[in-house]
């Protein structure tokens, strides 16, 4: 297991010890793919079954799993006297190109 991902979630309270170390690996295993989908990142059915369930748990809520990360996310921007903070929400258009291998955009 990584050890940045037991660090991001440091502190993490999901209300049992065993779902604090399935968040903890789960970060560290769709981490490694970060743009494979969850049986795409997971090693074998076993495991996609673990994380479908854990995120199928109603029990364990987002705002649970992201306050760690914001407490850490917190500290690093501390150590820092600017921090830029940039999004990019951009969609670039290719319709119309002919360019093969693009997706739709968020609209056809």
Wanted: hydrophobic share 40%; glycine share 6%.
């Amino acid at each position: 297991m990584a050890r940045w991902a037991e660090e991001e979630l440091n502190g993490i309270n999901l209300g049992d010890r065993r779902r604090d170390k399935r968040a903890i690996a789960l970060l560290d295993t769709l981490s490694a793919r970060p743009t494979a989908s969850i049986p795409g990142a997971c090693s074998d059915w076993s495991e996609t079954m673990a994380a479908y369930r854990f995120f199928g748990n109603d029990d364990i809520t987002w705002e649970a799993i992201l306050t760690p990360h914001w407490s850490c996310s917190r500290r690093r921007i501390a150590q820092h006297k600017v921090v830029l903070m940039l999004q990019d929400t951009t969609e670039l258009d290719f319709n119309g190109q002919s360019i093969s291998g693009l997706g739709p955009l968020s609209y056809e």
